[in-house]
């Protein structure tokens, strides 16, 4: 994945800010594993937690396919590493190689593209069956950004404690 950064536009309509927005944090998150093989980007930095950038690339796999393919979509499809839908299990990434992670993570923002543009209003709404409710495909897009910011600050601190880079 290129890690080229898109800012979103200044003026746009709805949808495409969303879109834009979206991407520009997937770029962020790739730009903050950028450079880094597979023992790096293992590296759990910030001891005594397990996290790693691997295993967060592996959990917005999860993200992408659980919110894109089977909540949007309706696509009865297990987790990409859990059958039992346990997200936790993503995040543990000791035997990831960057290679099938990141393969599995770009699979599935072709996915979630494709889902989100074959639906014809951000006011279409799905059932949540995580939340036990029905949800706007606009709330989806917000969360799914918020998520990707959320762990992107992660990232930043993941990757200054791997090698000292800091900033994309």
């Known amino acids: 994945m290129t890690a080229e950064r898109v800012g979103?536009?200044?003026?746009?309509?709805?949808?495409?800010?969303l879109r834009a927005y979206l991407d520009f944090h997937r770029a962020t998150l790739a730009a903050?594993?950028?450079?880094?093989?597979?023992?790096?980007?293992?590296?759990?930095?910030m001891p005594p937690?397990?996290?790693?950038?691997?295993?967060?690339?592996r959990h917005m796999a999860e993200v992408?396919?659980?919110?894109?393919r089977r909540t949007i979509g309706g696509e009865?499809?297990?987790?990409?590493?859990?059958?039992?839908?346990?997200?936790q299990t993503a995040y543990d990434a000791s035997g990831a190689t960057?290679?099938?992670?990141?393969?599995?993570?770009?699979?599935?923002i072709g996915h979630s593209r494709r889902v989100e543009a074959s639906v014809e209003s951000l006011d279409t709404t799905v059932r949540a069956p995580r939340w036990?409710?029905?949800?706007?495909?606009?709330?989806?897009?917000?969360?799914?950004?918020?998520?990707?910011?959320?762990?992107?600050?992660?990232?930043?601190?993941?990757?200054?404690?791997?090698?000292?880079?800091?900033?994309?």
């Not at 992408?64 to 894109?68: I, L, T, V």
């Not at 009865?76 to 997200?87: A, I, Q, R």
Request: hydrophobic content about 40%; charged content about 30%; aromatic content about 8%.
């Open 98 to 108: 960057r290679g099938e992670a990141f393969a599995a993570w770009q699979a599935e």
């Open 32 to 45: 903050k594993c950028e450079g880094l093989g597979d023992e790096d980007l293992r590296r759990r930095s």
């Open 64 to 68: 992408e396919r659980a919110w894109f």
């Open 8 to 17: 979103p536009p200044p003026r746009a309509g709805e949808r495409e800010t």
């Open 132 to 168: 036990g409710e029905d949800v706007s495909v606009r709330m989806i897009l917000l969360h799914v950004v918020t998520e990707y910011a959320r762990h992107n600050g992660h990232a930043d601190f993941l990757r200054e404690g791997v090698d000292g880079t800091v900033g994309v």
């Open 76 to 87: 009865d499809v297990p987790l990409v590493w859990s059958p039992e839908g346990d997200f």
């Open 49 to 57: 937690s397990a996290l790693t950038l691997l295993g967060l690339v």
